[in-house]
């Protein structure tokens, strides 16, 4: 327990912030899980929860809850999984999965062609200038 006053001030500060910080987080977390339940479902109808989403953990950036690469991270895996579930018709394949890819054929690599490099240029050098004589 502190016994100075100013850590005592501290404390409490801390202790404020944290349940405004911890409110804020639980609300980006429930309008996540919003999208990702309707994701899971298959049965994207429009993309207004996509968008709430986005607003929450934008307010939650600006209000310096969360850092801003990590909503920058949240938004584009949420929006990834969304357009791959919404691009999809119904009854394709497994919604469950957002973000599955198949396997693509290789191509064969191409040959490397090697090329001559040019020879090195020699630099300029500068011709010395005549001295000039003094008038006397």
């Keep these: 327990m502190p016994v100075i006053k100013s850590a005592i001030k501290r404390a409490k500060q801390e202790k404020k912030r944290k349940a405004y910080n911890v409110s804020v987080k639980s609300s980006v977390k429930l309008k996540f899980k919003a999208v990702r339940d309707e994701l899971a479902t298959g049965k994207v109808k429009s993309n207004e929860d996509l968008i709430a989403a986005i607003k929450e953990i934008d307010r939650a950036v600006r209000k310096g809850v ?71």
């Design 66 to 136: 969360i850092k801003k690469q990590a909503a920058a991270r949240k938004k584009s895996r949420l929006t990834k999984s969304y357009n791959s579930v919404a691009s999809k018709p119904f009854g394709s394949e497994n919604p469950s999965k957002p973000g599955t890819k198949k396997a693509a054929a290789k191509k064969p690599a191409a040959k490397k062609v090697a090329t001559k490099k040019p020879a090195a240029k020699k630099p300029a050098t500068k011709k010395p200038t005549p001295a000039k004589k003094s008038a006397k």
